[in-house]
């Protein structure tokens, strides 16, 4: 099915370890993003892409690099994990004409990290 | 300081009757605002939006109103089903259909309908 895959679904680290979060769609969207959901915070976004070869910092950027790697591809990496990075990290993408809005986004169905 | 906030953590109702969510934000940029309804271990699906050129926005059972002058919007759910438990999001945006354009969200509402 068309949509936003992310991997992988569930991921436990130790505390000063790596990881990368991968992100991939198939709806040729020019625009991809990374966000992190917290109870009571909502969901803030960590980086953005708006287009293939640009990236941009978000509201919470600390502590994260992302990387677009093609027009269908975008990455996100925690160099060196930290407690309070444990969350649902959830991708997503936007582009013009998708579905019922003229504007939205669609979103994977997260990844779980939790770092002890 | 969260430019969009919804103030109610959770809403319990009973099947049939009306749900309504609220959502109010602070930055008069915002032009474009939109609903998310996300299942547990699931991502955000859209909903509905509404354009502030409008006040009122409706798709089927769902409804949604714009008070700019209040900066503040509704999601009125009529009739309420067991399948709407769920958490609501409330978005906002500036500018539409820009690429690169970032939603910023609200906290959510936890939505139990009860049979």
């Known amino acids: 099915n068309a949509g936003v895959t992310q991997t992988p679904k569930f991921q436990v680290l130790k505390t000063g370890q790596s990881m990368t979060l991968q992100c991939a769609q198939d709806m040729n969207h020019n625009s991809m993003y990374w966000y992190r959901q917290d109870p009571g915070m909502g969901l803030r976004l960590i980086y953005y892409s708006a287009s293939e070869g640009t990236t941009d910092k978000g509201e919470v950027p600390n502590g994260y690099n992302v990387s677009r790697l093609n027009k269908r591809e975008f990455s996100l990496r925690l160099e060196s994990a930290a407690p309070s990075q444990t969350s649902v990290y959830f991708c997503?993408?936007?582009?013009?004409?998708?579905?019922?809005?003229?504007?939205?986004?669609?979103f994977g169905s997260g990844t779980r990290l939790t770092v002890v | 300081d969260q430019q969009v906030k919804q103030n109610s953590p959770s809403l319990s109702v009973q099947e049939g009757r009306i749900s309504i969510l609220n959502c109010d934000y602070t930055?008069?940029?915002?032009?474009?605002f939109l609903w998310y309804k996300k299942y547990p271990a699931e991502g955000p699906t859209f909903l509905i939006s509404?354009?502030?050129?409008?006040d009122k926005n409706e798709d089927g059972r769902f409804t949604v109103f714009l008070n700019k002058s209040a900066k503040h919007l509704s999601l009125h759910i009529v009739p309420s089903q067991p399948g709407d438990s769920a958490v609501y999001f409330c978005?906002?945006?500036?500018?539409?259909?820009?690429?690169?354009?970032?939603?910023?969200f609200g906290g959510g509402t936890r939505l139990m309908v009860k049979p």
């Open positions: 978005a906002a945006s500036e500018g539409v259909g820009n690429a690169g354009n970032m939603l910023t």
């Open positions: 930055n008069s940029m915002f032009d474009y």
């Open positions: 997503a993408s936007s582009g013009k004409g998708q579905g019922r809005s003229n504007y939205g986004y669609t």
């Open positions: 509404i354009s502030s050129i409008k």
